[in-house]
């Protein structure tokens, strides 16, 4: 990590400063905006699908209609009128959540940094999936845990290695889990796995946080249930509507037991008070007609879908043999290995050729997933998709200076 | 601090959860939700008070023209346009500030828990005025730190009494202060203390933390130098939208040194990413006209003055002799101190008479302050204001059962 030079405070910051390395999301950013380059790289949601004159209906509404509301600090737990909207859309997953159970937070990235907080003693062991989101692991790790990394499968969380590690004597805080259409896996959990997930966790006493942003953007075959439907009482659930609404609103939300939820509301409101009203307003008025946010949802799934299939080709077609991938039944990414690929080193030139993407070593914190990398679908049309991965088979086909040998390959 | 019962992660939460009591805000948001109740307890700013008409333009503009902004992620450190504007803010209180050294974070609340999440190690001292606001308090404390209580009188922070303990070994990771009509003290910083209070801090090598949510709403006088203006390298400076626009969009920020900054940032991303682009663009937009918003202010300073002046009547007229309290030449609370009051003890006997306040215990980490209240003038209307000081002046004028005896009020 390069720090700047000549810091006065260089002694007074807290050992957690030190644990925190260089954003990859803001090193992503960069790239992503860059005009002439085609990213691949972040997760943003194609918000210019959604029917730009209903958003603005509905903001102009929040903002006619409930200015004094709109424009003053709210409760920290949320807008009540939000939260049973929250309810509702939970209710489609078969949850059954009580809003009193709901905090909303902005986007989910914040409740992950506020369970991280509630949870993580330095040097605690928490278990993720390898690969896990990118950002989870940056708000875990600002409190400094050891992770127990289980590793996945085509049908997500390979039980059986948690089991053996408990049995083997790990004791981790919690289990962190994206059970659908997996970032960056694209992978989703199978039934039979989630059923056997929960009892495990529930037999070892330790709770499971399930971060649920994609499961809405199933583009085919049926839901399946959540984890906190089978367990209620040992899953913390988050969701957000940063992907089937739009992130600029910044609003997510986690469902627990009453006492993590009463910890929760005072951690938030240590952090930042409340949330935007005016967010919640305007997310509460959109989730208000269900016609509105179930058709432009629907235009989003197929816009996805769409961009899925053009990714799921291009690869077949510009990918050197032995290179394997995911096949994502919803959500935004596919998780590409080339056995010999040093996804690290070939970035620059990745840029170079107008293609950027987030390497695998990203998703692991131990420098795991040399060989991967994660494309996202989400944002480019699928003419940009196609090429964008056509230049990037190109450059994976090349023998890179200095790469592993297959052998040497991590799992 | 009650928990709820049958917790079965009780023993899974680390230190800091233990650390959290009960949220005194919640508390009181529950009471001033209560339409019968005068409440000087909430420092709400009167957004009503805002002209309705422009800020729908502003919000409709926003999402009308540059709704693929407005609704997408957006960069971790904040928009750049809004980080320009917040720069010629700045300007206005003699701030050289380069918009690259500037976060944008939710209200300045999140910047007091990221700079806690900076510095502070569990048994860290950090220096805060006694009393200070009960966020900062709550912010900190997240991070378990010891606090080193410095008094105030009617010039602010009493500069020779740090200087003592500074002198006797104290070694505070931070000073947290603020200088602008304090929030619960109502007092302002004079200028020789400000000059000293920079060299001192300098000299010991002990950063400030200045927080100025109330500085642009002076009602008299002539404003003073910010302590950044006097000392850019050892000043880490909070500001926030706030009071001078609305609390609605949790605008605030955090100006500081390039390696602070960098880390800030990173603490930022880990915590939720990004602040809202729908928020930051209609901030923009908002100071982009400083005809509007600058009559918008003056037209709230107005009201505040009018409301400032009838708390000030109402407390001649109605509390008893010996009462004290200060005389805010701007902002939006009183200080009151009546010897022999239990402020605490009071409180459910007020709320029934319907009027409410907040203990001045609530702004002491250590129980300090019994004998004090702080009364919130800024959101009800003058004749409401009178009327809620009138009901509390014949309480406080009654003895209390179990008060302490005047000898035992600290001081």
New interface residues.
């Given amino acids: 990590v390069a720090?700047?030079p000549g810091?006065?405070?260089?002694d007074?910051?807290?050992?957690?400063?030190r644990a925190?390395?260089?954003?990859e999301?803001?090193a992503l950013?960069a790239v992503a905006a860059r005009p002439d380059v085609i990213s691949l790289a972040?997760g943003?949601?194609f918000?210019?699908a959604?029917p730009?004159d209903e958003?603005?209906r509905v903001?102009?509404d929040v903002?006619?209609s409930q200015?004094?509301?709109?424009?003053?600090?709210?409760?920290?737990?949320g807008h009540a009128g939000l939260r049973a909207r929250l309810a509702g859309l939970m209710a489609e997953d078969g949850i059954e959540a009580d809003p009193d159970h709901t905090v909303v937070?902005?986007?989910a990235?914040?409740a992950l940094?506020l369970l991280g907080?509630?949870?993580?003693?330095p040097g605690?062991q928490v278990a993720v999936e390898a690969p896990s989101y990118v950002?989870a692991l940056?708000?875990f790790?600002?409190?400094q845990p050891r992770y127990l990394q289980i590793t996945m499968d085509d049908d997500g969380l390979i039980v059986d290695e948690l089991e053996d590690a408990l049995a083997g004597g790990a004791r981790p805080?919690?289990l962190y889990v994206c059970p659908n259409f997996h970032n960056p896996a694209g992978v989703t959990l199978s039934l039979e796995r989630r059923r056997r997930l929960v009892e495990v966790c529930r037999a070892a006493?330790v709770?499971i946080i399930e971060d649920n942003p994609y499961g809405m953007l199933r583009f085919e075959g049926e839901p399946l249930p959540a984890l906190r439907s089978l367990d209620p009482?040992n899953v913390i659930y988050l969701g957000t509507l940063?992907k089937i609404f739009?992130?600029?609103?910044?609003v997510g939300w986690v469902l627990a037991?009453?006492?993590?939820i009463?910890?929760l509301?005072?951690?938030k409101?240590?952090?930042?008070?409340?949330?935007?009203?005016?967010?919640m307003l305007?997310a509460e008025a959109w989730l208000s007609e269900p016609e509105r946010w179930r058709g432009s949802l629907t235009g989003l799934i197929d816009v996805y879908r769409s961009r899925r299939d053009a990714a799921l080709s291009a690869l077949q077609r510009y990918f050197p043999e032995g290179s394997r991938w995911t096949h994502p039944a919803g959500g935004f990414y596919v998780w590409v290995q080339v056995p010999g690929m040093d996804s690290r080193a070939l970035l620059p030139s990745a840029v170079e050729h107008k293609v950027a993407y987030v390497p695998g070593t990203a998703f692991y914190p131990d420098g795991r997933g040399v060989d991967r990398v994660r494309l996202a679908y989400c944002y480019p049309p699928e003419d940009a998709i196609q090429e964008g991965i056509r230049r990037l088979g190109e450059l994976v086909a090349r023998p890179v200076a200095g790469a592993a040998a297959p052998g040497s390959v991590a799992r």
Avoid at 117 to 121: N, Q, R, V
Avoid at 257 to 260: A, D, E, K, Q, R
């Fill in positions: 720090e700047p810091d006065p405070l260089a007074r910051y807290a050992d957690r400063a925190m390395t260089v954003s999301v803001r950013f972040g943003m949601p918000v210019q959604l730009g958003v603005l903001v102009a903002v006619g200015a004094a509301v709109a424009l003053q600090y709210g409760p920290g737990t937070t902005v986007g990235q914040q940094d907080k509630l949870f993580i003693e605690d950002g940056s708000a790790s600002v409190y805080k919690f006493e709770p009482a940063s739009c992130p600029g609103i910044r037991s009453p006492p993590v009463e910890r509301i005072r951690f409101e240590a952090a930042d008070l409340c949330s935007s009203n005016l967010n305007v």
